[in-house]
Nanobody
């Protein structure tokens, strides 16, 4: 099996910064795309940012210029640097990873447990 462990959430004032981390471990042959999603109360889960194994990055329009995704392939870890945070960024943030577990090449999708980010004065 594969586990995704997130860290770095918390309470921050508007305009502040946070850094989220997510480490994948377990039966991993290769990690393909990794990403961050978020879900605010009463809303659907939405993609925040994603990065594939080659470094291609996509962002939601609402976070461009403020949030930065990166990854360390050697550590199977993805990061989300969050700057200039706004109250509307308040949500539970979930890590996502698409993992190949063996030479058969089948890709599986895994989710982290979620970490709360609250932006409030």
């Amino acid at each position: 099996q594969v586990q995704l462990v997130e860290s770095g959430g918390g309470l921050v004032q508007p305009g502040g910064s946070l850094r989220l981390s997510c480490a994948a471990s377990g039966s991993i042959f290769r990690v393909n795309a990794m990403g961050w999603y978020r879900q605010a109360p009463g809303k659907q889960r939405e993609l925040v940012a994603s990065i594939n194994s080659g470094g291609r990055i996509d962002y939601a329009d609402s976070v461009k210029g403020r949030l930065t995704i990166s990854r360390d392939n050697a550590k199977n870890t993805v990061y989300l640097q969050m700057d200039s945070l706004k109250p509307e960024d308040t949500a539970v943030y979930y890590c996502n990873a698409r993992v190949v577990r063996n030479l058969l090449g089948t890709e599986y999708t895994y989710w982290g447990q979620g970490t709360q980010v609250t932006v409030s004065s």
